[in-house]
C-alpha cells in the first residue's frame, strides 16, 4: 500500500506541471479598418484557458470567417476554444460592394471613366472630359442632386451612387484642325480635333505599317512645309488643313535644246519647300522661259518655287539672242516716232521687209508682224510703257532696234 500511494502522488505531481504551461495566442484583424475583435487579444494564456472572441464589423463591412493558424474554423461572429497550444488567429472582413454609376450629359458633349462595382471604403476616382473645345465641363449630380466637385475627383464608396457629369457649349471661338496623310489611309497621324483660341495644339506622325516602306518626310499646310518634325505644336488661331508627308518627287530639269543651253536643279526633293532651277544660255543664245505642262511659269534665268506634291518636268526654252543678230546696212531703216504713244513706223527703203517681231525687256515676244513692203506701220498702243527691241528680217538679214513705249 504505501508503494502504491507514493506511486500516486508522484503522478498526481506531474499532472500538475503539464497544466501550468502557457500559450502564446495572437489575434489580428483584416482589413485592419473591416472591424474590431472582443474577448481576447493578443498575449500568453494557461493551458486549457476558455476563450471566446466576438467580432464586430465596421460600418460597410461584414464579417467574413475566423482562421485559425491559416485554417477556417468557423463562419460566425462569435467563437470560442481551449488554449491547449500556441495560435494565430485572424479574423477576416469583407466590404459590402456598391455599384457606382458615371454618365455624360449630354453624351456627345462629353465622356467619363471610373464607374464600376467596388467595395465599401474603397477610394475610387471618376473624371469628365468634353469631347471637343465646343464643349465645356459645368458639373456633377449625385443622384439628382447638385454635387459640387472639380472635373476629376477622388471619393470613399460608403453606398450606391449615380453621378452624372453635366457639359454645355462654350461660348468662345474655337478652331477645327484637320490632319491627313500622304499617301493617304497608309499611315497615322493624331492630334487634330477642335480647339479653343489661344489654345496649344501638338499633332504627331506615326511610321507606316501593313507592309508599306514610307518615311516621314514633313508637315504641308496650302502645299508649303511648316515642320519637319514628325510632331510639333502650335497655338490655334485659326481652321488649319496640315498634311503628314510620306513621299518624296522628282524635279526633272531639262533643255529645250542642249546646243542653245544647260540647265541645273534637278533632283530628289520633299514637297513644300523652296527649290531654285537655273537655266545657262550658250554664247549667242538666251532664255525666252520656262514651261511646264506647256504653261510659262518663269522668264527669269533663275526659277525659285515651292515643290509640288507631285513629281514635274520643268523645260528651259532658249533661243537666239535678238541682242547677238548680225547687223546689216542699216542706213536705210527708219523707225519712228521713237519714244512713241502707239503706232511705229518702220521705213526700210530699197530693201523689202518679211518679218517684224516685238520683243519686251525680259525676251519675251510680244508681237508679229508680216509683211512684204518696205515700209510698214505697227500699233503698239496696246503694250504697257517701256523699253522694247523691235527684230526686222529682210530680204538680206536681220537688223534689232531699241524703242521705248511711252
Known amino acids: 500500500m504505501t508503494c502504491f500511494f507514493a506511486l500516486g502522488e508522484q503522478t498526481h505531481f506531474n499532472n500538475s506541471e503539464a497544466n501550468s504551461e502557457t500559450f502564446v495566442i495572437t489575434i489580428s484583424v483584416e482589413p485592419a479598418e473591416g472591424g474590431t475583435v472582443s474577448g481576447g487579444s493578443s498575449g500568453t494564456y494557461e493551458y486549457g484557458e476558455i476563450i471566446t472572441l466576438v467580432a464586430t464589423p465596421a460600418s460597410g463591412y461584414r464579417f467574413g470567417w475566423w482562421l485559425c493558424n491559416g485554417t477556417v474554423v468557423s463562419k460566425e461572429t462569435v467563437w470560442t476554444f481551449t488554449v491547449v497550444e500556441d495560435k494565430t488567429i485572424t479574423a477576416l472582413f469583407e466590404g459590402d460592394n456598391y455599384n457606382i454609376t458615371v454618365s455624360a450629359s449630354p453624351s456627345s458633349f462629353g465622356t467619363v471613366s471610373g464607374g464600376g462595382n467596388y467595395a465599401a471604403g474603397e477610394v475610387v476616382s471618376i473624371s469628365a472630359t468634353p469631347t471637343s473645345a465646343a464643349y465645356a465641363f459645368v458639373g456633377w449630380t449625385l443622384n439628382g442632386e447638385?454635387?459640387?466637385?472639380?472635373?476629376?475627383?477622388?471619393?470613399?464608396?460608403?453606398?450606391?451612387?449615380?453621378?452624372?457629369?453635366?457639359?454645355?457649349?462654350?461660348?468662345?471661338?474655337?478652331?477645327?484642325?484637320?490632319?491627313?496623310?500622304?499617301?493617304?489611309?497608309?499611315?497615322?497621324?493624331?492630334?487634330?480635333?477642335?480647339?479653343?483660341?489661344?489654345?496649344?495644339?501638338?499633332?504627331?506622325?506615326?511610321?507606316?505599317?501593313?507592309?508599306?516602306?514610307?518615311?516621314?518626310?514633313?508637315?504641308?499646310?496650302?502645299?508649303?512645309?511648316?515642320?519637319?518634325?514628325?510632331?510639333?505644336?502650335?497655338?490655334?488661331?485659326?481652321?488649319?488643313?496640315?498634311?503628314?508627308?510620306?513621299?518624296?518627287?522628282?524635279?526633272?530639269?531639262?533643255?529645250?535644246?542642249?546646243?542653245?543651253?544647260?540647265?541645273?536643279?534637278?533632283?530628289?526633293?520633299?514637297?513644300?519647300?523652296?527649290a531654285t532651277v537655273t537655266a545657262i544660255p550658250n554664247s549667242g543664245y538666251e532664255l525666252v522661259n520656262w514651261t511646264k505642262n506647256g504653261v510659262i511659269v518663269s522668264t527669269n534665268e533663275s526659277y525659285t518655287f515651292i515643290t509640288p506634291l507631285e513629281s514635274i518636268e520643268l523645260v528651259a526654252n532658249f533661243e537666239k539672242s535678238i541682242l547677238s543678230i548680225e547687223t546689216i546696212e542699216t542706213s536705210s531703216i527708219k523707225i519712228y516716232p521713237n519714244p512713241t504713244g502707239g503706232e511705229l513706223k518702220i521705213v526700210c527703203g530699197k530693201l523689202k521687209v518679211e518679218n517684224i517681231e516685238i520683243y519686251d525687256a525680259f525676251g519675251k515676244k510680244v508681237g508679229v508682224t508680216c509683211t512684204n513692203t518696205a515700209e510698214t506701220t505697227i500699233d503698239i498702243s496696246h503694250l504697257s510703257a517701256g523699253v522694247y527691241f523691235v527684230k526686222i528680217q529682210t530680204e538680206t538679214g536681220e537688223v534689232v532696234r531699241k524703242v521705248v513705249k511711252e
Open 146 to 274: 447638385e454635387y459640387p466637385a472639380e472635373h476629376t475627383f477622388e471619393f470613399t464608396v460608403t453606398a450606391n451612387a449615380n453621378f452624372v457629369a453635366h457639359f454645355d457649349q462654350v461660348g468662345w471661338d474655337f478652331f477645327t484642325i484637320t490632319l491627313l496623310s500622304n499617301p493617304p489611309d497608309v499611315c497615322s497621324v493624331v492630334g487634330g480635333g477642335d480647339f479653343l483660341n489661344g489654345y496649344y495644339c501638338t499633332v504627331y506622325a506615326f511610321g507606316c505599317y501593313d507592309g508599306y516602306e514610307y518615311d516621314f518626310v514633313n508637315w504641308l499646310e496650302d502645299g508649303e512645309e511648316v515642320s519637319s518634325q514628325p510632331y510639333f505644336s502650335f497655338v490655334v488661331t485659326r481652321d488649319r488643313v496640315l498634311v503628314a508627308n510620306y513621299e518624296r518627287y522628282e524635279i526633272d530639269v531639262v533643255s529645250s535644246n542642249p546646243e542653245y543651253g544647260e540647265v541645273q536643279g534637278s533632283g530628289n526633293f520633299a514637297p513644300g519647300i523652296q
